[in-house]
């Protein structure tokens, strides 16, 4: 549908605003006519597929079995390689000084979990004996990794089995307070005396993750009782609790009780999720019967077909000679929110990026660019996406290559993703308030919690605004 509205300008406001145009350059003074025109005749299409091998590129863990009605069987299991410490407390301790040593499993307070929360599961935590693969995939199999009889820790769970834990966070680049729920995993003091004992003997075993997997390549969290929830493990780590004497004077020491953490989960090791995801029949016969279903971890994505040449032929066909400028280029996306049980909920952003470069883009780390890929967030008021910098990418397309938008293109691919952002310290203006501004710093497969949403494709608005002028 078109929306053209004529307004009157002047001829100095026309020199100020076709002095960037992109398309069309010189400028008359003299008498004309400023048209703004929206167009959202477009069509677009698409269709589900099957995204099961994905690299998660995340520390973000998630762990359990959920069955749910409408959206299907999850499994979820996890292996990861350590970052260690670099140093560690070895004055006036011995490694029989070791009382205990946990596994520090923090997950969000507000959705740390997807289920029944009084479902009793257990988690049992194997050893592994040799290197993970990098890359590494969801679709990864831990046999042949680890000995199923060397078992480092086995525990009964629950999402609110654990502690409240208030903290601070500086992640986002500002101070935040960090409240977690924290699940303490007992694990073989064994294996802390040991890492005690190798540091001693060979601290530059610690200087790195992959001179530390040497000593120990990483564990294998497999979730083996039990079903009704999966939890969302935002970060991991090995506690070790000593006592060590501390000297106090030439003739006064004391026995004190210490805690440090040895190992952590980080962004820079080797970590992945193991998903097995079926879906229900509910949604399988939406996917058969050519709905597009966004289903996630390790799901459904959506393929579609995006009418860029029909909107730069629409374009020029209407602009003809007239100088113009391209205004914006939007993509508004309504969304059905299928029925679960446990109510799941869409995925909080979509990545919408050129299927020929999605492997590329998941694989580098990549962030969106705004000509080959972009991403949305989530409008839960009207349940909607909108995908709004697409200006340089039709911008590219006629500059570039005479308007002529070639299959890559055209082809793109919808996809749930995890988005990290940093938010730069508020700093005070002139004019007596704060400000502060976020840029994205991480896009990644989505692991952070199970989602499901229909696109409806049918009902989506492509809508390009540009200006044109007619010169008398």
């Not at 802390?192 to 997997?213: D, G, I």
Request: aromatic share 10%; glycine share 4%.
């Amino acid at each position: 549908m078109k929306y053209l509205f004529n307004v009157i300008l002047a001829a100095a406001a026309l020199l100020c605003l076709y002095a960037c145009t992109d398309e069309t350059i010189g400028v008359s003074i003299t008498d004309s006519v400023s048209s703004i025109i929206e167009d959202s005749s477009f069509v677009i299409t698409g269709q589900s597929v099957l995204n099961d091998r994905v690299q998660m590129r995340t520390s973000t863990k998630m762990l359990g079995v959920l069955q749910a009605d409408g959206f299907g069987r999850l499994a979820a299991e996890a292996v990861t390689m350590w970052m260690p410490a670099v140093n560690i407390d070895t004055t006036g301790i011995k490694a029989e000084w070791i009382d205990s040593c946990r596994l520090i499993l923090r997950l969000p307070i507000s959705d740390g979990y997807t289920g029944d929360p009084l479902a009793p599961m257990r988690l049992t935590v194997y050893r592994l004996n040799k290197l993970l693969p990098n890359p590494i995939y969801s679709d990864f199999d831990p046999i042949g990794y680890y000995d199923p009889s060397d078992i480092l820790a086995s525990e009964s769970y629950s999402p609110l089995s654990g502690w409240i834990e208030v903290g601070e966070s500086y992640v986002t680049g500002a101070r935040e307070v960090d409240t977690t729920r924290v699940l303490s995993i007992p694990v073989a003091t064994s294996l802390a005396r040991e890492l005690f004992n190798t540091y001693k003997s060979h601290p530059e075993k610690f200087s790195s993750p992959k001179a530390f997997a040497d000593v120990f390549p990483g564990i294998y969290i497999a979730n083996n009782y039990g079903s009704g929830h999966v939890i969302n493990i935002k970060s991991t780590e090995l506690d070790v609790y000593y006592h060590k004497h501390v000297v106090l004077s030439d003739t006064a020491e004391v026995d004190s009780a210490r805690s440090q953490t040895y190992l952590a989960s980080t962004p820079e090791i080797v970590s992945n999720n193991i998903i097995h995801f079926d879906i229900d029949d509910a949604l399988k016969s939406m996917v058969n019967n050519g709905e597009a279903i966004i289903a996630a971890p390790a799901g459904y994505e959506v393929q579609v077909r995006f009418p860029i040449q029909d909107i730069i032929d629409h374009y020029q066909a209407n602009v003809s000679k007239s100088q113009s400028i391209i205004n914006s280029l939007s993509f508004e996306l309504p969304v059905s929110v299928p029925a679960t049980q446990y109510d799941i909920q869409p995925p909080t952003y979509l990545l919408m990026v050129k299927t020929s470069k999605k492997d590329t883009f998941i694989n580098g780390d990549s962030l969106v660019n705004n000509k080959d890929s972009f991403y949305a967030i989530y409008d839960a008021t009207n349940k909607k996406y909108t995908f709004s910098g697409l200006r340089d990418y039709v911008i590219n397309i006629i500059n570039n290559q005479g308007g002529i938008a070639t299959e890559d293109d055209i082809n793109f691919t919808i996809t749930p993703v995890d988005v990290t952002n940093y938010v730069y310290p508020q700093s005070y203006s002139y004019y007596g308030y704060y400000s502060s501004s976020s840029i994205v710093t991480k896009i990644s497969p989505m692991i952070s919690r199970p989602a499901v949403v229909r696109l409806l494709l049918d009902k989506a608005k492509v809508k390009i605004t540009y200006s044109k002028q007619i010169v008398d």
